[in-house]
Antibody, heavy 121, light 110 residues
């Protein structure tokens, strides 16, 4: 059974960098698929942040691209998100997820439970 | 502003049928599969429908979905109180090379 678990600080100061890590269990990231971050600000819908492939190639949402960096550590079966220069608008529930891509027909099929990140001084 | 457009809310009485629409464009729904998720506060979104109209094992057949052109819809029949949740549509977007989501529809079972 594939499971994803987010970890990282729940409180980040404005203008600082938000850092989260997702640990994958039950599936080796090197087998394929995309690994992504999705967030949900309070009272709003789901927003895709970006995807990373096991070889390190990335795709980011253009609206966040200038502030986002994703990385992968296949030896630990983990991938990470860094979002710089955060503001209150970045306060959200952050989910890591497995995205099977456009061809499989399975969509984003496995989600972490999510972690709440609040941006406040 | 979400890429896919859903009504923000829907409501119906128990036992009745409700449909939720999802509108997109050629770069997402028009050329890729549509998926639907059920989301309860504080939990991970749950796959309700994949590949336009397929139900994962364990999802009741009260849930059904369809897609036509750049639009899709989710139908829930025989509504139950436990169906109260937020429902999201999603599809891969070829322009973004990533998934896009609807803004979510909050379903209330009256």
């Amino acid at each position: 059974q594939v499971q994803l678990q987010e970890s990282g600080p729940g409180l980040v100061k404005p203008a600082e960098t938000l850092s989260l890590t997702c640990t994958v269990s039950g599936y080796s990231m090197t087998r394929g698929y995309y690994w992504g971050w999705i967030r949900q600000p309070p009272g709003k819908g789901l927003e895709w942040i970006g995807n990373i492939y096991h070889d390190g190639s990335t795709d980011y949402n253009p609206s966040l691209k200038s502030r986002v960096t994703m990385s992968v550590d296949t030896s630990k079966n983990q991938f990470s998100l860094k979002l710089t220069s955060v503001t209150a608008a970045d306060t959200a529930d952050y989910y890591c997820a497995r995205d099977t891509g456009p061809s499989s027909g399975l969509g984003v099929d496995v989600w972490g439970k999510g972690t709440t990140v609040i941006v406040s001084s | 502003q979400s890429v896919l457009t859903q009504p923000p809310s829907a409501s119906e009485t128990p036992g009745q049928r409700v449909t939720i629409s999802c509108s997109g464009s050629n770069s997402n729904i028009g050329s890729n599969y549509v998926h639907w998720y059920q989301h309860l506060p504080g939990t991970a979104p749950k796959v309700l429908i994949y590949r336009n109209n397929q139900r994962p094992s364990g999802v009741p057949d009260r849930f059904s979905a369809s897609k036509s052109g750049t639009s899709a819809s989710l139908a829930i029949s025989g509504l139950r109180s436990e169906d109260e949740a937020d429902y999201y549509c999603a599809a891969w977007d070829d322009s973004l090379s990533g998934p896009v989501f609807g803004g979510g529809t909050k379903l209330t079972v009256l």
